[in-house]
């Protein structure tokens, strides 16, 4: 069984706000019901060749592509992680494997790669893992004698026209032959073992290139073939945009020339809307130069970006385990014989201790309003809360917290028909962090409460929130004042009670994390400005401070984050750019009515998305892209910039900039020369840069691609895309 809860990170000698405005987080411990869990049975495993299979390559190199196998268990046909899986060469002279043993990831995959032995001829690698249903996944490779290249007949052609190139060790098959001309690729419409028919790449520009021939890893030495561009040019004012959303588009932007010079904010995406491997992109910046001027620049290396998740969290997932004839309903008239607890009275609840097992506690009402019923645990430590914080604790919850968001994503459950929240502070939640830790629990909502005990043994039967409760002399852990419980659980719960209304409303069907999340983060944003509203700043603070910590890690750096990711916990950066994704929708496509629409559908994740924005997803994450950045920028001042690449309800460079410094998204900058970038991007991320020509100089002609890694098509998981803003 798994437990969500939030998470504050606290710094030693920071003011409380200071320490807000970089912090919640989730926390997942695993958790066991009752006696604790019993030892799995072992899956039984499904193998699959996923990538990397019938391959060609020089003898002695290594193939282009890993190979890949994809492990699913065999009843629930889901991606297994953590299974070792063996890699073994069954046919091929010394060729070499690495690594020879591979465990999956999180998407169930392993990798290895294969260097070819020193013979020419057929390779066989299969992969075995234990628990295997079936036949082992098995890749065929081949190495193959290096191609050589004689001649390029004509010797001069413009985009678009067909050459002959003749030499030796072609394939016969087109396909399996590749041409490029200055590391463009050129398609080939027919091969035969000694002569290469192929179209000249529609972005050439007009200059003397180098014409390959590769097969898989084995590449051919170089002739020249001098090229002249194709007619026709992008034209854009400053403030316009224009979205690149196809392979055949992103192939060739040509960019008019300028005589006043010129500037461009791009932003190339991957906007994949599901969650697979990272592929690899890459972007080249083609300068329309002389027929003398200089061959492409090399190629770079990609290297992908894999942050560390500061905390893990599971108890979404273990919720998604509920069965939905499980969810507790209240009987008809109920709400009629039921009496609201009263101060002074007394009640036992089942609540995870920090060996993670249920444990029964006693505890006492301490305020009753007119939406929730405060209790605290007897045990809690002395010099806590007063008459009077309980109170003002209740009325925050009555106002704004519960009328905020129930009002925005819809009523919660009700199973106790008492009409209230439960809140129960108890220091059994402090005593799950453990002393001297720089993050703390500061409370959560466990939807093991909504369900029958045949679900979970532990159920309360009840709407409850567990909070931590003030611990003045650290009983319980690291010291926690008063001060600080009232500053940092309001935010938790307003996060939490979505997540209650959230479980209720799709029936025990969960939201993929990164929509569940962002309408959390939501649910503290809309009462953050509640509060705002009503002259409370200072409290508003607390909640509208931990978003914007976490949207500043991420727009540092978008190219690194999946907003798709879905394994918990999800970092800060990933938490905030989901957040920042919903609130740019809720501010264009129907404000608080898109976030219950999303809350209560019966869809999940993108498809959930699509359907309630009603734009497909490549167009919202793309103007969202253009929108982090151009919303505000000085450099577009002037310039007449469409509503739809704005965030209408958030001053993004005010809310974001480093302590009214600069602002944290600094794409970087690059010329009007040749150049070749390549980068791992994970699905539903974008890569930023500008591209400028020289301050005072005219902006020449100029050629954007994006393709894949080594100019290749994009594989199969891959979405690309790009956005082309002009800022002067």
Request: glycine share 8%; net charge negative; aromatic share 6%.
């Amino acid at each position: 069984m798994k437990r969500f809860s939030m998470l504050i990170p606290t710094s030693p000698g920071l003011p409380v706000p200071a320490r807000l405005a970089v912090l919640a987080l989730t926390l997942a411990l695993p958790l066991a019901c009752g006696d604790g869990p019993s030892a799995p049975e072992a899956e039984r495993l499904n193998l699959a060749a996923l990538a990397g299979d019938g391959q060609l390559g020089a003898a002695g190199l290594k193939l282009l592509q890993p190979f890949q196998v994809l492990v699913t268990d065999d009843v629930r046909e889901e991606p297994v992680e953590g299974v070792r899986v063996s890699f073994i060469l069954r046919q091929g002279s010394d060729g070499t494997l690495t690594p020879s043993e591979a465990v999956t990831n999180d998407l169930g995959i392993a990798t290895a790669s294969l260097v070819l032995g020193s013979a020419l001829g057929d390779y066989v690698v299969e992969a075995r893992a234990d628990n295997m249903v079936g036949d082992p996944a098995t890749f065929s490779a081949e190495a193959v004698p290096v191609p050589t290249l004689a001649a390029v007949d004509p010797t001069s052609a413009t985009a678009g026209d067909i050459i002959t190139l003749t030499g030796t060790n072609f394939r016969p098959t087109a396909a399996e032959n590749r041409v490029t001309v200055g590391g463009l690729d050129a398609r080939v419409v027919s091969a035969t073992a000694t002569e290469l028919r192929a179209e000249v790449p529609a972005c050439v520009p007009n200059r003397t290139l180098q014409v390959r021939v590769r097969i898989g890893s084995a590449v051919s030495g170089a002739a020249t073939l001098a090229t002249t561009a194709a007619a026709g040019a992008l034209q854009l004012e400053a403030g316009q945009v224009r979205l690149f959303a196809t392979p055949g588009e992103l192939a060739c932007v040509r960019l008019a020339a300028d005589a006043g010079g010129a500037a461009y904010y791009v932003s190339v995406l991957n906007a994949a809307d599901v969650r697979t491997l990272s592929p690899s992109f890459e972007i080249l910046g083609l300068l329309q130069g002389s027929a003398a001027a200089s061959p492409v620049a090399a190629r770079a290396a990609a290297a992908a970006t894999d942050p560390a998740l500061a905390f893990e969290t599971l108890l979404r997932q273990r919720e998604r385990g509920f069965p939905a004839h499980a969810l507790i309903q209240p009987p008809a008239g109920m709400a009629a014989v039921v009496s609201v607890p009263q101060v002074g009275d007394r009640d036992d609840f089942n609540v995870i201790n920090q060996e993670n097992r249920f444990e029964k506690v006693t505890a006492e009402v301490k305020a009753v309003s007119q939406r929730a019923v405060i209790y605290q645990d007897v045990q809690a430590p002395a010099g806590g809360f007063g008459t009077g914080d309980f109170q003002a604790f209740a009325a925050l919850f009555d106002d704004p917290i519960y009328a905020t968001v129930t009002g925005a994503y819809g009523q919660p459950s009700d199973i106790d028909a008492n009409g209230r929240v439960t809140i129960l502070l108890t220091p059994k939640v402090n005593a799950l962090t453990e002393a001297g830790q720089s993050s703390f629990i500061a409370g959560y909502f466990y939807g093991c409460d909504l369900v029958d005990a045949g679900a979970c043994s532990g159920t309360n039967r009840a709407e409850i929130f567990y909070s931590m409760v003030p611990d003045p002399a650290g009983v319980h852990g690291n010291i926690r004042p008063t001060s600080l419980v009232l500053r940092t659980v309001p935010a938790v719960l307003a996060h939490e009670f979505q997540h209650m209304i959230n479980f209720h409303a799709k029936g025990l069907k969960l939201d993929a994390l990164w929509l569940s999340e962002a309408l959390a983060h939501m649910a503290e944003d809309l009462v953050g400005k509640a509060l705002l509203a009503a002259g409370q700043a200072s409290q508003a603070e607390d909640f509208l401070a931990p978003n914007r910590g976490r949207a500043r890690r991420y727009v540092e750096s978008p190219a690194a984050v999946s907003l798709l990711h879905d394994a918990a916990p999800g970092t800060l950066a990933f938490r905030g750019g989901a957040w920042l994704l919903l609130e740019y929708a809720r501010s264009h496509f129907g404000g608080t009515s898109l976030l219950r629409t999303l809350t209560a559908s019966a869809r999940t994740s993108v498809d959930n998305f699509t359907a309630a924005t009603g734009q497909p997803w490549a167009e919202t994450l793309a103007a969202f892209s253009v929108a982090l950045w151009a919303d505000g920028a000085p450099e577009l001042d002037g310039a007449e910039l469409p509503t739809a690449y704005t965030f209408p309800e958030l001053d993004l460079r005010a809310a974001l900039g480093n302590g009214g410094g600069s602002y944290p998204l600094q794409p970087v900058e690059r010329s009007f020369t040749d150049f070749a970038v390549a980068r791992v991007l994970p699905s539903a991320s974008f890569d930023p840069f500008l591209l400028r020509s020289a301050v005072g100089a005219p902006a020449p002609a100029f050629h954007l691609i994006v393709a894949s890694a080594g100019g290749a098509p994009f594989s199969v998981g891959a979405d690309p895309a790009m956005a082309l803003l002009r800022v002067r």
